[in-house]
């Protein structure tokens, strides 16, 4: 959400600076710009598009300058226009800053500085805080404790950066609630929003926390509290090598099919993760009053198909709330655990509520992709997924990986609570170390059958996804999967609420996919088929998604897909794999953006 990238030098930093925006490009696509000082001056140049078509109308590449900022937006505040784009200059054009977050008093902040004379540009809350520092640094003329005073007057989440005329050889950058990190490398200096804004220059790391400002410069860095201005003393930290942005998508035409892909080997390392992390958790579970699964979008979903694992193998109602709405309804406290499952582990719903958990006592961990990032510091328990860089905004691999990581912990608690003889916990992880071929097959046959009917799939602008039990939980990603790619209308529900209202859309225009549970599931099974009779009798087109030979084709389904017969353990994980190659081919049909939905950003750090 919002890309910040700031580096100094002692040669021209816009190259490293061109490299970061692109790296970040993922986190917002709107518009994007870059601030430098040369001769004295900031040169601006910004516009509204993605980065590579921004870099073409503005020749970002003819800026130099030894200090600079870049900034790729997700608009929050304002419309997409070249005005709202950052990095934003206050009056005497001697301030450039850029900012990711929301500045909820932005208004009264604005309204006062226009009394002073201020004049604004922009639509956004942002350019208020670089026109609050002008008029700060009017009084004292000293740019730190301007900045600071006015970092005192802002309320809401930010991470900001702020270059100045008045001195060339400094940038100063602040952090409260949106994520901001200082790479320390080759006699430069980096400001980033993740490590994507410097990985190729370094991985030596410091990392700035909530309430905390910077002063830096090519010789070391000055980290205070905001509130107080006390020094903060801290460490370098070397980053591991892996997690980061590469930006290569090697023969595949997207991303997102290289990222599905990918999902063999991302298991495999989901299950190579070593032991001693799945059974500390699976301890923490067993031995905690009240646990919680917590994430948000497909990460939440991730947590409704644990959810059922937890339940089934390990007979352990373990509930999952979607992260926005965890502090609302989660009682924690003391001897409670909350499990958070996060691809970046930036997302603000659920930093917020791990944080509420955690100020209330409770022990607090997290199954998160992205080693450098605010969960995997915060929290008590990291499990750390090793499924490489997700460039794709739409989770797909990841997704897989944290499913794998979670089954396991419930494996675990199983053991643990003698809910699963040793027998049995041999034969299901004989059946999770199949499921890298299982899915290599799948990935490499199911676009013969995805990909032309594809064509017609696009054509129906109403779609709802069912399924009964964990399949439930398959639909609601199936079809967060499928509209966000398509932009086509996709509602997931379980089979048996849909005949409680959603039904009365059911037409001959409206199209349901299905995902049908393995057969030895037979109550599943017969109440997933009773599902579809219903669709099939009020005129509904069926997408039976089955397994091969359960007899379920004979009676029921318009179009089909078919997948290999595997156990009811892996089934879930092959149906997910298979709806987000569904979700491709009909977004790829409907020429979509596939990679950068619109209104999309692949970590979310506002609320
Ligand atoms: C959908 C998708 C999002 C994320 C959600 C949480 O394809 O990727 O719904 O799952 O924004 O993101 P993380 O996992 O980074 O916390």
Redesign the pocket.
Known sequence: MCGICGVIGKTNVVPQLLTGLRNLEYRGYDSCGVAVIADGTIHLRKNVGAVEEVEQKEQFQELEGFIGLAHTRWATHGGVTRANAHPHLSCSGDFALVHNGIIDNYRPIKAWLKERGHQFLSQTDTEVIVHLIEEYFRESGEIEPAFRKALARLEGSFALALISTHDPHTLFCARQESPLIIGVGNGNMYLGSDMNAFVEYTREVICLEDGEYAVVRRDGVTIRQMQTGKRVVRACEQMPDEGYTINDKGKYQHFMLKEIAEEPEVVQKALEIEDEAIIRLARTVAQSAHVYLT????????TLIAQHYFARLADRYIPALS?DEFPFLAQVGRGSTVI????????I??LRALRYAKERGATTAAV???PSSS?VREVDQAILQGAGPEI?????K??VS?VIILLRVALELAVLEGKLEARMKEQYEQELASLPALLTDLIASLPAQVRVPAYEYAKVHNWFFIGRGVYSAVALESA??FK?SSYLHAEGMSGGFLKHGTIALIDETTSTAAFVPPPEEKELFALTLSSIQEIKARGGFVLGIHQEGDGSEEKFFDAEIVLPAVSPLVAPVVALTAGQILAYYTALALGRSIDKPRA?????TVT
């Open positions: 994430g948000i979008g497909t990460a939440f979903y991730v992260s958070a499952v996060s691809q970046s582990g930036e997302t719903d659920t998160v992709n992205v969960m794709c905004v739409l989770s797909t990841s997704t944290q967060l999967k966000e999309l950003a692949k970590s979310v």
